[in-house]
């Protein structure tokens, strides 16, 4: 179901990077359905770089699907021409380093489709200084958790506020089931959090504190 919703968010004949493409479902699918042009399957480890060459092979698909053994970004090459780059799976924090560290890569043309596993609001940080502009963003609930997909788009200078990096912009608006329930949950972490360090009080860093409450006021005003 995650890889059907990024799915959905590639554009029409796009040309296709995806990183971290472990077995290259996902050009691999988006291929045989007609809907992309081209693609290149990036993988850094060489046990899955096989998967995706041994998916892309059974498919017949070899004219069409580039399969690269290369650390994040660096699997586009300029004759590409990519117009849109998926990045799923990995934390937030390990996205925004390969975008950070790829810039080079980058022509400021493409759709960016993620799909962090926890540490969104980093990666919007990196969105928003970058100059990119969040497009869409939607949470589901697959498995026993909850994921996020953050779509941007290079567009100039972009300002979010603090809660809107921390609970993505465009949730804030639609307030979604999936979001809500997300967040109902989060809240009860959070104060179980909370009443735990008041049990271990010096055992915790005043500002680790602060900024606990500080989510858990946050988190209460937008579910209030």
Same mark, same amino acid.
């Given at each position: 179901?995650? %890889? *059907?919703?990024? +799915?959905?968010?590639?554009?029409?004949? !796009? &040309?296709?990077? /995806?990183?971290?493409? /472990?077995?290259?479902?996902?050009?691999?699918?988006?291929?045989?359905?007609? !809907?992309?042009?081209?693609?290149? !399957?990036?993988?850094?480890?060489?046990?899955?770089?096989?998967?995706?060459?041994?998916?892309?092979?059974?498919?017949?698909?070899?004219?069409?699907? #580039?399969?690269?053994?290369?650390?994040?970004?660096? !699997?586009?090459?300029?004759? /590409?021409?990519? #117009?849109?780059?998926?990045?799923?799976?990995?934390?937030?924090?390990?996205? @925004? /380093?390969?975008?950070?560290?790829?810039?080079?890569?980058?022509?400021?043309?493409? &759709?960016?489709?993620?799909?962090?596993?926890?540490?969104?609001?980093?990666?919007?940080? $990196? %969105?928003? *200084?970058?100059?990119?502009?969040?497009?869409?963003?939607?949470?589901? &609930?697959?498995?026993?958790?909850?994921?996020?997909?953050?779509?941007?788009?290079?567009?100039?200078?972009?300002?979010?506020?603090? *809660?809107?990096?921390?609970?993505?912009?465009?949730?804030?608006?639609?307030?979604?089931?999936?979001?809500?329930?997300? $967040?109902? &949950?989060? %809240?009860? %972490?959070?104060?179980? #959090?909370?009443?735990?360090?008041?049990?271990? @009080?010096?055992?915790?860093?005043?500002?680790?504190?602060?900024?606990?409450?500080?989510? #858990?006021? $946050?988190? +209460?005003?937008?579910?209030?």
């Amino acid at each position: 179901m995650r %890889l *059907e919703r990024v +799915a959905a968010q590639v554009p029409a004949g !796009a &040309r296709l990077a /995806d990183i971290g493409s /472990d077995h290259g479902y996902l050009p691999v699918a988006l291929m045989r359905r007609g !809907a992309i042009t081209t693609a290149v !399957a990036g993988e850094v480890a060489l046990t899955p770089f096989q998967a995706a060459e041994r998916s892309v092979r059974e498919n017949g698909l070899q004219q069409r699907i #580039t399969v690269r053994l290369a650390n994040g970004l660096a !699997a586009i090459e300029p004759g /590409d021409g990519i #117009t849109a780059i998926s990045i799923c799976g990995m934390g937030g924090e390990t996205i @925004r /380093d390969i975008l950070a560290s790829g810039k080079a890569h980058l022509s400021g043309q493409e &759709r960016l489709i993620l799909q962090p596993n926890g540490g969104e609001q980093p990666l919007r940080q $990196w %969105l928003m *200084e970058n100059g990119y502009r969040i497009l869409h963003e939607e949470v589901l &609930r697959e498995n026993r958790f909850d994921y996020e997909i953050i779509v941007a788009e290079r567009a100039g200078a972009v300002m979010y506020s603090a *809660e809107e990096l921390y609970f993505g912009p465009l949730q804030m608006q639609a307030r979604s089931p999936a979001f809500l329930v997300k $967040w109902q &949950r989060k %809240l009860r %972490l959070k104060q179980k #959090t909370l009443n735990n360090f008041a049990r271990a @009080r010096h055992a915790v860093p005043e500002e680790k504190v602060q900024e606990i409450a500080r989510q #858990t006021r $946050w988190i +209460a005003e937008l579910l209030a």
